[in-house]
């Protein structure tokens, strides 16, 4: 296993932000590096990081609930005890926590934000096309606050 900071990842809110010597580290499995090494992370390589971490959490004896897909992102529950005994913390670092945050990013455009920011433009009688951060910028442009945009479509 390869080694990588944390990059930011927090606790609990309230959790004072640890001192640069004391950056959270974890261990990167050889899988999830290699899904990364192109900087491109396909949507196989998704599934794949998705289903070593929660083999990872059933090894140690817990379950994910409520496992689903929205928006081309896998939603999941953990079960608190996994939480507190360290073990999901363990398997989605190890397994998924960078293939994870990489495909977020690069679905944004379809996600849900972008889906909701669409029903603010079409709702302003605007053009609900392009990228979320064109939906954004149009929003703006008219004068249309994005919270509260995204608030009404909740």
Known sequence: MLSLAS???AGCAGDPAPEPSETPRFELSVEQAAALEDGTVTRDEYDAAFRRYESCITE????LVEVR??????????????????VDDDCYNGEFVLVDSQWQVSVEDVGEVASLLAGCLIEAGLDSSGT????EQRLESAGISIDACLDSQR
């Open 7 to 9: 990059l930011g990842i």
């Open 60 to 63: 140690a004896g817990f379950a």
């Open 69 to 86: 897909e929205e928006y081309q992102v896998i939603r999941y529950s953990v079960p608190n005890e996994a939480v507190v005994s360290g």
């Open 132 to 135: 979320k951060a064109e939906k």
